[in-house]
């Protein structure tokens, strides 16, 4: 039905390629669906709650706060939890779905707003039949307010995820700032890579201290040449921290973690 293999290809200041897989039109409708029913429930609820007494009293009045309040929450819902959960509502979540800039830089909160208030023309007539049409025949999968705002959708690559206690607890992970590069990391780490990392922090305790410092320079260097951080993020970070950065992005632990 669709065009297989469609790449958003991204180059780094540090001039590396690497390629991302757009998210379909049909994973975005499953995603849209989850999130609508979510802000029909909460619209549903103030509805009971106080509109429908407040109709009673002043009909007109109550009516058109309904509106109101309605449309504003639909729109704010999208733009709030992508800003804030770095392009992702609660339905891209589910379906590992990401909101990103189209050249692979940091999404910024104009392209957010952009896109999400031309949901209002992408939704005309009925069921994004505009967007719909509009992701249908673009190379990237993107709707008009996609376009507009230069942001794609991109379907994150599936990692398991093992029990990470045993590496132990970090408050912050400057990585985390990156979500391009971290989507990059993703793509270009394959799972028995990922477990590599998993496991040398696992067992770091059994290695002498010549043995892991070495054995983390080689880790970390590999690492780096699948997807280099720019310096801020890796001032002072030592090898052993590279990797444990690196496990804790793959394997998605802290995603909640703020910018």
Known sequence: MYQKKKQLRIRTPEGISFALEPASPLMRFFAWSIDTLLVIGISLLLQQLFFNHLIKVAPDLGTGLYLLVTTALYLCYAMCLE????????????????VMDSKGFHLQASQVVIRNLLRVIDSLPLFYMVGGAASFFSPLYQRLGDRVANTVVIKLPKFSSPDLTGIGEQKFNSFRAYPHLVARLRQAVTPAEADIGLQALRRRDTLDDQERTAFFDQLADHFKAKCAFPEEAVHACSSEQYVRNVVEVLYGRGQSEKK
Not at 83 to 98: D, E, N, P, S
Request: charged letters at 30%; glycine letters at 12%.
């Open 83 to 98: 800003w804030f959960w770095h392009g992702r509502t609660l339905g891209k979540r589910l379906f590992r779905l990401r």
